[in-house]
């Protein structure tokens, strides 16, 4: 079972190559439904749906634990300590009401493992081109979500404006911009020190991720030497190499 399962996680068969685009296209479903029924009322259809994703996700983190050689090592990782957290926030009904938005922190198992990279690097051009785009968009949802949950955990109880998860996202986004409305607003000590947090630390944040998407830190050009393929936009010599560069720019990148 081991062999079969360290095919179809790592091998670079086509079983093992259309498995992994299944995980992919499954975490995408996933966290699509957690979204969404993160601002809608759950019912018993919606809490059945749970207890099955969440099957599905513990199958799938037993499977890596079976092929891990260092399974402590393993269980304490970050990505591991959240899938647990999404496992067990779908299982809990103690949890489900407050900390169900947490279940987005799945998005931290996108485009984190160096197979799936490799495979849709060879595989989706299209993805190879834009992938400093795509993992910045990635980063970005999960930074303003995370913040929404602590939010919501925090004042849901609290602040009669912040009703559901919306409330929480439209109040983070309006912070995060500058933008600040002034229709929600926090009454409470520990609320006001939430969102100062934000205003120092989180809008600094938010604004290089933004930058990422639409000014990417790293540059395509290929090293004549080395082939190294990404550089940064003001080098002058290759880091692999140290050979002479030319890389076209636009401007000052400062």
């Known amino acids: 079972m081991r062999e079969r399962l360290q095919r179809l996680y790592y091998g670079d068969d086509k079983s093992g190559r259309w498995f992994r685009y299944f995980l992919l296209i499954f975490d995408l479903v996933t966290i699509s439904y957690f979204i969404i029924s993160s601002l ?7 809490r ?6 969440a099957l599905v996700l513990a199958a799938d983190y037993g499977a890596r634990m079976v092929l891990e050689k260092k399974r402590l090592r393993y269980a304490f990782r970050f990505s591991s300590l959240t899938d647990l957290i999404v496992i067990l926030s779908l299982l809990s009904p103690l949890l489900v009401e407050n900390l169900a938005f947490l279940r987005v922190v799945r998005m931290l198992r996108l485009m984190r493992s160096y197979h799936m990279l490799k495979t849709l690097r060879g595989e989706v051009p ?3 081109r834009n992938e400093q785009i795509i993992q910045s968009s990635i980063n ?4 303003i979500f995370v913040i929404t949950a602590v939010v919501y955990v925090l004042e849901a109880r609290q602040n009669p404006a912040i009703n559901n998860y919306f409330d929480a996202l439209y109040f983070t986004v309006a912070t995060l911009t500058t933008t600040g409305y002034g229709d ?4 409470d000590s520990l609320g006001r020190m939430v969102t100062i947090v934000i205003m120092v ?13 639409f000014r990417p830190i790293k540059v395509e050009y290929k090293c004549p030497s080395c082939g190294l393929s990404r550089h940064d936009p ?4 290759c880091k692999h190499c140290g050979v002479v560069l030319n890389i076209p720019t636009e401007g000052d990148w400062g």
């Open 126 to 128: 299209w993805f190879k």
């Open 140 to 143: 970005l949802v999960i930074f």
């Open 201 to 213: 630390f989180g809008v600094g944040l938010f604004l290089r991720l933004v930058q990422t998407i």
């Open 184 to 187: 929600i607003t926090m009454s």
């Open 48 to 53: 059945i749906l749970d207890y099955l994703i």
């Open 40 to 46: 809608l009322h759950e019912g018993q259809t919606g």
């Open 234 to 237: 003001d080098a002058v010599h």
